[in-house]
């Protein structure tokens, strides 16, 4: 069975760190480019980082460039998000999503339940 | 970056009666060397993750019921649940993934009438 499994979310202060893990199996990791998408409480999906198989190439959203580091090691399955310098408007359930290719430009075929990051004094 | 926008907010349809949504995108999400469109729909159930229904604008992912069907091309298009459910109340999204950053729609709300 194809799954995503999450973990890392928590409480964190403002100004404070979280790395956030998703652990892959069922499918040959390093051959598919890996997204994560986060979703605001009672809000829509935005899309924050992408990253090709090889871990060569890193895509962010502006909202996170410069805070957010994704990398994947495909030794261990698992894909990662390094968030620093995080900010109350972080606060999300941050996804883990497969993309159905190599290469980043297609559809998310898969996706994990999600972790929560909650950014509170 | 693409926006995408989607229309209605919500809707309520009554059980087996026909639900529509339109999604719109800011610019084309034909790629004209391939002649696919970069547009997917993803349904995302109260306290679930999203799932993915169609991919390439009206090619429906591998066990999603018939009655979900994806149409349009270009900057427009629709989703259509032919004979609602009681299991598909859901938010739907819309997705381009034809340029970074792939961007969601706001989503629609699909409730029972």
């Known amino acids: 069975e194809v799954q995503l499994v999450e973990s890392g979310g928590g409480l964190v202060q403002p100004g404070g760190s979280l790395r956030l893990s998703c652990a892959a199996s069922g499918f040959t990791f390093s051959s598919y480019a890996m997204t994560w998408v986060r979703q605001a409480p009672g809000k829509g999906l935005e899309w924050v980082s992408g990253?090709?198989?090889?871990?060569?190439?890193?895509y962010y959203a502006d909202s996170v460039k410069g805070r957010f580091t994704i990398s994947r090691d495909n030794s261990k399955n698992t894909l990662y998000l390094q968030m620093n310098s995080l900010r109350a408007e972080d606060t999300a359930v941050y996804y883990c999503?497969?993309?159905?290719?190599?290469?980043?430009?297609?559809?998310?075929?898969?996706w994990g339940k999600g972790t929560t990051v909650t950014v509170s004094s | 970056d693409i926006v995408m926008t989607q229309s209605p907010d919500s809707l309520a349809v009554s059980l087996g009666e026909r639900a529509t949504i339109n999604c719109k995108s800011s610019q084309s999400v034909l790629f004209n060397s391939n002649n696919m469109n970069y547009l997917a729909w993803y349904q995302q159930k109260p306290g679930q993750p999203p799932k993915l229904l169609i991919y390439?604008?009206?090619t429906r992912e591998s066990g999603v019921p018939d009655r979900f069907s994806g149409s349009g091309s270009g900057t427009d298009f629709t989703l259509t649940i032919g004979s609602l459910q009681a299991e598909d109340v859901a938010v739907y999204y819309c997705?381009?993934?034809?340029?970074?950053?792939?961007?969601f729609g706001p989503g629609t709300k699909v409730d029972i009438k």
């Open positions: 390439w604008a009206s």
């Open positions: 999503a497969k993309v159905a290719n190599e290469y980043l430009y297609y559809y998310l075929d898969v």
């Open positions: 990253i090709s198989v090889s871990g060569g190439s890193t």
């Open positions: 997705q381009q993934y034809y340029t970074t950053p792939p961007t």
